[in-house]
């Protein structure tokens, strides 16, 4: 089984049980040394695991008492700060499996997602003010598509009035006050995803991770704002970027909850059908009994 090893929130490396008794016994590890593997939910001290009192390593200095949490690894749970809030991105990124070890306490990551909303903004304010409105554009690349029903709605775009530019920044910052919330939304529908899979997870450390996932990934694609003089540019480059973001964004959320990431794209995907398939269905019986009525 391998074992991943933490001290002072930078990852030692990942090691087998036999080099972690060596390490233990020549003083490369020390009992206080935050471990993890596959199927724990927090990162524990060295000194706390089972396996390793054998080898006469005391269990660690002020470790919590059995059943208590270990201490966090992440550092926007270590502290709040814009280092710790980028250092926390880097972690989701470069090294998803620390995660195992937060907390994930609502507030904390409610918090963490308005700063990254907050980070996000001024590449979208840019896009507003320097590009403006972008029906002309869009009618134009419909037009190019040679579709008859879509013709339709660039000759509509073509034709309406661009909305003012203070109305657009207003609806910008009201849609990004809520989007965390939005946000939350969303990963409670995961959450629920979950347990029809049998995933006991709970719900705040399911909201929470999604909401450090989503933050991350907000912050990282906020540039390709800049590339908003071109709609056909900012999709190919949206497009190169999808796979590696949904590689991270599912690495992230699965360290964080315990669940393997293919399970949580799987979860998604059953989530989202469930909503198009109500979307679709229930306005269409909704015409079909208004029509029975009458």
């Not at 709605?153 to 034709?159: E, F, G, P, S, V």
Request: glycine share 10%; net charge neutral.
């Amino acid at each position: 089984m391998q074992i991943h090893i933490a001290r002072n929130s930078v990852q030692l490396g990942i090691f087998a049980s036999e080099d972690v008794v060596a390490g233990l016994a020549s003083g490369r590890f020390h009992a206080t040394d935050l471990a993890w593997r596959d199927g724990m939910q927090t990162w524990m001290p060295l000194g706390d695991w089972p396996e390793f009192r054998g080898t006469g390593v005391p269990a660690s200095p002020g470790a919590p008492a059995a059943g208590a949490p270990a201490a966090s690894t992440i550092p926007w749970e270590q502290g709040k700060s814009l280092g710790s809030f980028f250092a926390t991105i880097k972690m989701a990124v470069s090294s998803p499996s620390s995660l195992a070890s937060g907390r994930f306490a609502f507030g904390d990551w409610l918090t963490f997602c308005y700063v990254g909303v907050l980070l996000s903004m001024p590449f979208q304010l840019c896009n507003v003010i320097a590009f403006g409105d972008k029906n002309a554009e869009v009618a134009g690349f419909l037009k190019r598509l040679h579709n008859p029903e879509l013709d339709k709605i660039a000759d509509q775009l073509a034709t309406a009035e661009p909305a003012p530019v203070g109305l657009t920044i207003f609806g910008l910052l009201m849609g990004m006050a809520f989007a965390p919330l939005l946000y939350a939304f969303f990963a409670l529908l995961h959450w629920l995803g979950q347990r029809v899979f049998r995933y006991q997870v709970s719900l705040e450390r399911t909201v929470s991770a999604s909401l450090l996932a989503t933050s991350a990934l907000a912050v990282l694609m906020a540039p390709l704002q800049l590339l908003g003089f071109s709609l056909v540019a900012q999709m190919l480059v949206s497009l190169v970027v999808l796979v590696p973001v949904c590689v991270a964004y599912y690495r992230a959320l699965g360290a964080a909850t315990g669940i393997s990431p293919w399970a949580q794209f799987g979860i998604s995907c059953f989530v989202w059908f469930v909503l198009g398939c109500c979307c679709c269905f229930l306005p269409a019986l909704f015409v079909f009994g208004v029509g029975l009525a009458r």
